[in-house]
């Protein structure tokens, strides 16, 4: 049985040809960035997949038909969409089947990815353990995907308003390769570098390409997390976001909010306190990460040509 993917001109003619693909997700389009910029940093992102000779394949669902590379207008209109469901795993066969339209999340970008054959996805940060999981237990859908669906995902390592250390146990735990990229410390989203010792170290594409094949090789289910650390110039030091995240959680608290409008509150919220500055690092990561994945993606057509 065929799930109704339906891929845009441009991914189809890639794939024809064997080309590097890269998928992008849509959520951090909906509701992880405020209107224009989204849209801009959406483009941008592609843009950065093109200009690496690879080829970018955003995600997303619109009336019930699942996207593998998306058009511009298709982009815009989900870009201004006032609002759009956030889908991860669970939601999005049914938002498929009663022909609904939604973004989807680190798990359901992996889950199509891996439908269509694409073996790379460049996003910000993945979801993860929330601070306060202990009462709750509030853990990303996306934590159990990377460890059952083969795709690499290149992040600036979890948002750093989750609980790094309890995310990286679990992701331990379920046996999820956590490579940073290029230092010894894992990132923390908005700072390159964090008081957590990566698990995983490699330095170049082709050694990170190399992983996933052996990984599939091997038969072992689930994906890598390639932790690549936002670049210098763009960072704000974790000791200037400690405070901010401290009050967007209190604030978050205040208003009850919960389940899957945690993390884009969250976000909206650091956005305001740090008076935009979140969202500019935020856009230089994503684009930073997008570069690597077409670099990676070129490396696994590399290997297996
Ligand atoms: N990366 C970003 N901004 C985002 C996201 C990723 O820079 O908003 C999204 C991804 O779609 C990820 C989601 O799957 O945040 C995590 O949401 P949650 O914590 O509810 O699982």
Redo the contacts with the bound molecule.
Sequence with gaps: MTPPLSLSPEVATARDEGRAIVAL????IT???PFPRNVETARAAEDAIRDRGATPATIAVVEGTLHIGMTGDQLDRLAAAGSVA?L?RADLPVCIATGGTG?????A?MIAARLAGIEVFA??????V?RGAERSF?I???LNELAQTAVTVV??GA?AI?DLPKTWEVLETLGVPVIAYGQDSLPA?WSAASPYPAPLRLDSPEDIASAHVTRGKMGLPGGQLVANPIPPEAEIPAADLAPIIEQALADAETRGIS??S???FL?ARIFELTEGRSLEA?IA??LNNAALAAAIAHEIGAIRT
Excluded: Q, R
């Design positions: 997700e849509s959520t951090i509701h992880g960035m956030k991860s973004a989807t999340t680190v798990a970008t996003t910000g940060g993945i979801g993860g929330h509030d990303s859908a996306d992040a600036s948002k989750l989203f389940a899957k945690v993390t884009p976000l935020n990561l994503v």
